[in-house]
């Protein structure tokens, strides 16, 4: 049984429905704390750099939803992550403050070569005016997640 809220895990399996799609996490973080001088901390390397260099860090009562897909680096999954690459895109271009981007770890680590076993997409949702509870959030996702099934639909997007 899932931990997420019910219009996380909604989003969560629209997303894994996409062929090539292997996984899924979700995060919730409050960027009102985050200082520019921090991103450089090993504990804020998931967090969206570039994003929050431009506002010196977090706003206030600002939230950042991360969702972080896995793929199985097939030629599906490649067209998966370009179509939710567009509608995110599109998405931000309609106003929600959204961005996807890649992910990945070093080349090398004390363990061993990883190139080529890290990359990940990370799906970056800010949703500000959040003070007491994050309902107004879950409402952003529940409506993000119609739009996605419309667009699945519409485009007749291949699913597993």
Not at 86 to 101: E, S, Y
Request: proline share 7%; aromatic share 8%; hydrophobic share 40%.
């Amino acid at each position: 049984m899932s931990n997420y809220p019910n219009e996380i895990e909604d989003f969560h399996n629209t997303i894994l429905k996409l062929k090539g799609i292997t996984g899924i996490e979700s995060g919730v973080d409050n960027l009102e704390p985050v200082e520019a001088g921090l991103l450089s901390q090993p504990p804020f390397a998931h967090l969206p750099h570039a994003a929050l260099l431009r506002t010196n860090g977090g706003l206030e009562n600002e939230v950042l939803i991360q969702f972080e897909l896995e793929t199985d680096y097939s030629q599906e999954s490649l067209h998966s992550v370009e179509f939710l690459a567009w509608f995110v895109r599109d998405c931000a271009r309609g106003g929600k403050a959204i961005q996807m981007r890649p992910f990945a770890l070093p080349p090398s680590s004390p363990y061993g070569r990883q190139l080529g076993t890290t990359l990940k997409y990370h799906i970056d949702l800010f949703i500000d005016g959040i003070e007491e509870s994050l309902d107004p959030a879950l409402e952003v996702i529940g409506a993000l997640n119609k739009s996605l099934n419309l667009a699945i639909r519409l485009y007749e997007i291949p699913l597993n």
